[in-house]
């Protein structure tokens, strides 16, 4: 990992940048986006802990600029059940192999993405009740992947009517996570594999542009068409990671 070769350093910065104009636009999946494509070049336990180097960067960047319209009742409410699926998820990495790992990243990939690309439904209101299995899930598939993002913003968005809230809501939750989620991959090892923290170093600039341009479109640009657009780079990406999976049996 120390010596990369420059394509795929090149290779590398594109997704990372990419990432980041989707997270700026709208204030998560950087992870669900890069994950995907940095996995056909970086084992999952490298590149997941990558990104979080870049996560938590942009959370402070972004959770603490808007810290005073945060809805602090709701993420209080799914603490808790994601701090228990975070412990699972970590277990997890640390221990399945990377065919089953790349199997539940694609499938779970391909699924949100078609259902996001294809849902015209309302956004309507749902109960407290339904913290516990986003919680749940998406603190498990924070640790496993950093793709926890979606899930939350799911039930905030059913949750939060305003959208400059739910923007600064998902932001501290995701800088949050990515604090809890450092102490877990630290104390699990993954910060000391080679050539990580180097290449986090390399790649920063190109998080932080990506971030950059993301949030002035946020401003300027209704997000839908560049989303949809997201999603469907998405399931390419997710399909060619299943067959990936599939070979490495």
Wanted: proline residues 5%; glycine residues 10%; positive net charge.
């Amino acid at each position: 990992m120390t010596e990369l070769p420059w394509l795929t350093l090149v290779a590398a910065a594109c997704i990372v940048a990419l990432a980041y104009v989707v997270y700026g636009l709208t204030g998560f999946g950087a992870s669900i986006v890069a994950i995907p494509f940095l996995a056909h070049f970086f084992p999952l336990q490298f590149a997941v802990p990558l990104m979080l180097v870049f996560d938590l960067g942009a959370g402070l960047l972004l959770g603490l600029r808007h810290h005073r319209i945060v809805e602090r009742r709701e993420l209080l409410r799914l603490a808790p059940w994601l701090l228990l699926g975070m412990a699972g998820g970590v277990t997890l990495l640390v221990h399945a192999g990377e065919r089953w790992l790349l199997l539940l990243l694609g499938s779970f990939v391909l699924l949100y993405a078609s259902w996001s690309l294809v849902s015209q439904a309302r956004l309507r209101p749902v109960s407290t009740w339904w913290a516990l299995p986003a919680g749940l899930i998406g603190g498990a598939f924070t640790a496993l992947f950093g793709t926890g993002g979606p899930i939350y913003s799911i039930y905030l968005a059913r949750r939060l009517a305003d959208k400059n809230v739910l923007r600064a809501s998902i932001g501290v939750l995701i800088l949050c996570t990515a604090l809890v989620r450092l102490v877990l991959f630290t104390g699990s090892g993954f910060y000391r594999q080679p050539g990580l923290l180097p290449l986090a170093g390399v790649l920063l600039p190109a998080a932080y542009l990506g971030f950059v341009i993301g949030s002035r479109l946020h401003a300027r640009l209704p997000t839908q068409h560049a989303v949809r657009a997201v999603w469907l780079l998405l399931i390419l990406g997710s399909i060619s990671l299943l067959v990936r999976a599939y070979s490495l049996g």
